[in-house]
């Protein structure tokens, strides 16, 4: 069974800086898809970037990047450039395709921006 | 397009109640899929269906019952629902084969 882990519970930054949150995984599969979803205290869940493990190069979109390390299963998500907008609940998320395509989630960890 | 949409919005049960939470989607996705999502846990899968008149259990399984009878609905029910399933649930669709999930709205239930 595939695992995800998120350390951090808490993490805050200060507007127009740059924050980097963490993501481990286990799985013995080889082809695996894996996201960040993002959470707004308005509760609905929101896809913000995802990378295909068998693609080397890092998934990027506008201020999100990922750093993602296969050999060390590890998919961090950087923001660049905060946003009061980014304060929510970052979730990194696990799929096998095929497996019916079922999403496993990690515990989730609470941005806060700071003006 | 409404997308994923999920009826009620809010609950409140005592114990020992029933209830059917009611999820809708007008993109002719083949896969449904039901999570609870509890402070600390993430979001945890319950059920899913992979086609009409087809359910699987997931990671959570235990106090709820699904159905699909037709496409674009999957219903998540508790039959005697307990204070442990307080709890925000979502639903969510996507294409087979395809990795997108497209999620619902959720909806706060809390058992007393």
């Known amino acids: 069974a595939q695992t995800v882990t998120q350390s951090q519970p808490e993490m805050s930054v200060q507007e127009a800086e740059t924050v980097t949150l963490s993501c481990t995984y286990d799985t013995s599969e080889s082809n695996y898809y894996l996201f960040w979803y993002k959470q707004p205290p308005s509760r609905q869940m929101i896809l913000v970037i995802r990378q295909e493990a068998y693609k080397q190069q890092n998934a990027t979109e506008n201020r999100f990047s990922v750093n993602f390390q296969k050999a060390a299963k590890s998919f961090s998500l950087k923001i660049s450039d905060s946003q009061l907008g980014d304060t929510a609940m970052y979730f990194c998320?696990?799929?096998?395709?095929?497996?019916?395509?079922?999403?496993?989630f990690g515990k989730g960890i609470t941005l806060s921006v700071r003006p | 397009n409404a997308g994923v949409t999920q009826t009620p919005k809010f609950r409140v049960l005592k114990t020992g109640q029933s209830m059917t939470l009611l999820c809708a989607q007008d993109m002719n996705h083949e896969y449904m899929y039901w999570y609870r999502q509890d402070p600390g846990m993430g979001l945890r899968l319950i059920h899913y269906?992979?086609?009409?008149?087809?359910?699987a259990k997931g990671e959570v399984p235990d106090g709820y019952n699904v159905s699909r009878l037709k496409k674009q609905n999957f219903l998540l029910g508790l039959e005697s629902a307990a204070p442990s399933q307080t709890s925000v649930y979502f639903c969510?669709?996507?294409?087979?084969?395809?990795?997108?999930?497209?999620f619902g709205p959720g909806t706060r239930l809390t058992v007393t």
């Open positions: 998320a696990f799929m096998t395709p095929g497996a019916n395509s079922k999403l496993t």
């Open positions: 969510a669709s996507g294409l087979a084969g395809l990795y997108e999930q497209y």
């Open positions: 269906s992979v086609g009409e008149g087809t359910t």
